[in-house]
């Protein structure tokens, strides 16, 4: 069975910090991996995914993400915080050829001035 | 530029209403999607459809129902609301995409529901 973990539910970091939420898949299948965005009282918004062609994967607002099969991981980075990237991070896997998607529990960033 | 758009961003209902929650998307996917979401439980999907007047359950189907009628439209039932029904609720579309050998689904979401049963 497909499942995923998002050590933390919540992560606070500085203004200009590295920010780092982790997330770790099971999947029996070659995954397909999203990390989505969401503003307070706000739809999911794509922030990038993984379908198994490079395994850094660049996407908006300065986020990339690492796959990393061996550890079963696909962590979400940003050099540097904003205060405009407070908001609840959720990592999503689906594994290929089905509709459906196993989230996470979701990561709340506050980011402190 | 894609569109899911949902009916209400705020609904405040009594217990034993029906209540309805409509979801349209502009981008003629095949799949859409509702969840409910509620903190520190994630994202749990309610019922899926994958075409018109089709519809498969998810992992919470109990007390809802649903209704796909034309292909942009999907429609989330609550037959007689309940307070354990108050939550935030996203509606979602997607259509299957190549990417090697195995396709997957990309999905697309609205801007959510928040709904108050008293």
């Known amino acids: 069975a497909q499942s995923v973990t998002q050590l933390g539910s919540h992560v606070s970091v500085s203004e200009g910090a590295l920010v780092l939420l982790r997330c770790n898949y099971s999947?029996?299948?070659?995954?397909?991996l999203f990390w989505y965005v969401q503003y307070p009282n706000q739809g999911l918004q794509l922030l990038l995914k993984?379908?198994?062609?490079?395994?850094l994967v660049k996407g908006i607002n300065g986020f990339e993400a690492e796959f990393k099969k061996s550890e079963t991981s696909f962590h979400l980075t940003k050099p540097s915080a904003h205060m405009s990237d407070a908001a609840e991070y959720f990592c999503?896997?689906?594994?290929?050829?089905?509709?459906?998607?196993?989230f996470g529990t979701g990561t709340r960033l506050k980011v402190l001035a | 530029d894609v569109k899911v758009t949902q009916s209400s961003r705020y609904l405040v209902k009594r217990t034993g209403e029906k209540v309805f929650l409509e979801c349209v998307q502009d981008m003629d996917h095949e799949n859409m999607f509702w969840y409910r979401q509620d903190p520190g439980l994630g994202l749990r999907l309610i019922y899926f459809s994958y075409d018109v007047k089709m519809k498969e359950k998810g992992d919470i189907p109990e007390g809802y129902s649903v209704s796909r009628e034309k292909k942009e439209r999907f429609s989330l039932i609550l037959e007689s609301a309940s307070t354990n029904q108050t939550s935030m609720y996203l509606c979602?579309?997607?259509?299957?995409?190549?990417?090697?050998?195995?396709?997957?689904?990309?999905?697309?979401f609205g801007p959510g529901t928040r709904l108050t049963v008293l």
């Open positions: 999503a896997v689906t594994p290929g050829g089905t509709y459906k998607y196993i």
């Open positions: 999947s029996s299948v070659p995954p397909y």
């Open positions: 993984y379908t198994s062609a490079a395994t």
């Open positions: 979602a579309s997607s259509s299957l995409k190549n990417r090697g050998d195995i396709p997957y689904n990309e999905q697309f």
